[in-house]
């Protein structure tokens, strides 16, 4: 079972120092403040290739807020320190 700690004024700090600075924009591109428990998130299309015509050559990208990643961050730093050493060499996709 995996068990989650209390989320420290450090585990925020570490989690905005990882952010990307230009791709970490919320779906109102700022600081973006959800008290609900679901994650809302805006999708944008993206082009694949140069034809910005063509809808097949776009791929949906999700946008979310800067507190909901930051609250993944810290979890998913959390469940993978519990979660590494189960994880084998053949599910390196998982990594």
């Given amino acids: ?49 140069e034809d910005t015509m063509d809808i097949a050559n776009h791929r949906p990208i999700a946008l979310i807020s800067v507190l909901a990643k930051i609250f993944e961050s810290i979890l998913q730093r959390q469940i993978y320190a519990q979660v590494d050493n189960q994880i084998v060499n053949s599910q390196h996709g998982f990594r």
């Fill in 1 to 49: 079972m995996i068990q989650l700690h209390l989320i420290t004024e450090i585990d925020v700090k570490l989690a905005i120092k990882k952010m990307k600075p230009k791709t970490s924009l919320s779906p109102d591109d700022g600081l973006y403040l959800e008290l609900k428990i679901k994650t809302v998130s805006k999708i944008a299309p993206v082009p694949k290739t």
